[in-house]
């Protein structure tokens, strides 16, 4: 069974505070792995998609990594529109209709 | 292009009572989804839809039903709704490829009294 773990749950940051959000995960072969971002009362949001160990993917302030067992999210200088909560999600190799599986996500909250 | 639109945006339903959540896409996706949202579950999926006639159970599907009408719409049903059917309900849509990405809807949020 494909199982994703996201931690820490939540995250409290100053501005301009860098952190990595974590995500690890279970899987029989990876076909992808997702971030998404989530804003409180709305549809999750698609960042990245990343296919292979050792691929990284840039998008401003964020940048995502991906071992063989789990991926990062980096967040550098953050700013507060940078606060939400950010979901990760696999794809088997096997899997049918492109099912995806999340985990619980970490809430992100960037104080000014 | 509005992308994948929900309808309605809330709902309150007394248990029993039955109810259609509708989705659609305007960007020719042929692959659609019905996800749900719990506070410490994670999105977990009902249905999916691979192609337009084409329907397949996820991880929750009891208690649901859905229809793909056409290429563009895909209802979800809840033929008696039960308090344990309290969520928020997503939809999204996809291109089918090997590395396709889900695009979400803005939710449908469902209150069973």
């Known amino acids: 069974e494909d199982q994703v773990t996201q931690s820490p749950e939540a995250l409290r940051l100053q501005e301009g505070e860098s952190s990595s959000l974590n995500c690890s995960y279970t899987?029989?072969?990876?076909?992808?792995l997702f971030w998404y971002r989530q804003d409180p009362g709305k549809g999750p949001e698609f960042l990245f998609t990343?296919?292979?160990a050792g691929e990284e993917k840039e998008k401003e302030r964020l940048k995502a990594t991906l071992t063989k067992k789990e991926s990062f999210l980096h967040i550098t200088a953050p700013k507060p529109e940078d606060s939400a909560t950010y979901l990760c999600?696999?794809?088997?190799?096997?899997?049918?209709?492109?099912?995806?599986?999340f985990g619980e996500g970490t809430q992100l909250t960037v104080n000014p | 292009n509005a992308g994948v639109t929900q309808t309605p945006k809330f709902q309150v339903l007394k248990t029993g009572q039955s109810m259609t959540l509708q989705c659609a896409q305007d960007?020719?996706?042929?692959?659609m989804y019905w996800y749900r949202q719990d506070p410490g579950m994670g999105l977990r999926l009902i249905y999916y839809?691979?192609?337009?006639?084409?329907?397949d159970k996820g991880e929750v599907p009891n208690g649901y039903n859905v229809s793909r009408l056409n290429k563009r719409e895909f209802s979800l049903r809840l033929e008696s709704a039960a308090p344990s059917q309290t969520s928020v309900y997503f939809c999204?849509?996809?291109?089918?490829?090997?590395?396709?990405?889900?695009?979400f809807g803005p939710g449908t949020r469902l209150l069973v009294l």
């Open positions: 999204a849509s996809s291109v089918p490829g090997s590395w396709e990405t889900q695009y």
């Open positions: 899987v029989s072969g990876l076909r992808g």
């Open positions: 990343l296919y292979s």
């Open positions: 999600a696999v794809q088997a190799e096997e899997t049918s209709g492109s099912r995806l599986t």
């Open positions: 960007m020719n996706h042929n692959s």
């Open positions: 839809s691979a192609s337009e006639g084409t329907t």
